[in-house]
Nanobody, 123 residues
Framework: QVQLVESGGGLVQAGGSLRLSCAASGGTFSRFTMGWFRQAPGKEREFVAAIGRGGNTYYADSVKGRFTISRDNAKNTVYLQMNSLKPEDTAVYYC?????????????????WGQGTQVTVSS
């Protein structure tokens, strides 16, 4: 059983930065594709970014150039560096693990989910 725990959320002003972390336990972290998703109030959960086993990455258009996903396999941790934050980035951010090979943006492909961390960007 894989467990994921997010941290690093908080309140930040527009234009500011935050770094989210997601620590994984159970399973072989280096074999997972890891993803970040978010859910804003009243909206469906949406894909943000993913990183594959080899470090290849994929981003939603809305965050491309502002967010960076990375992983540290020695620490079983995936990160989401968020810069130039906007009020519309306000959401609960979830990390997820996909046990199959390949980058994935489709939510249903992910096998394990964290509990989420709140990010609030004030204008």
């Amino acid at each position: 059983q894989v467990q994921l725990v997010e941290s690093g959320g908080g309140l930040v002003q527009a234009g500011g930065s935050l770094r989210l972390s997601c620590a994984a336990s159970g399973g072989t972290f280096s074999r997972f594709t890891m993803g970040w998703f978010r859910q804003a109030p009243g909206k469906e959960r949406e894909f943000v970014a993913a990183i594959g086993r080899g470090g290849n990455t994929y981003y939603a258009d809305s965050v491309k150039g502002r967010f960076t996903i990375s992983r540290d396999n020695a620490k079983n941790t995936v990160y989401l560096q968020m810069n130039s934050l906007k009020p519309e980035d306000t959401a609960v951010y979830y990390c997820a693990a996909d046990l199959s090979y390949g980058l994935e943006y489709r939510e249903y492909k992910y096998d394990y989910w964290g509990q989420g961390t709140q990010v609030t960007v004030s204008s």
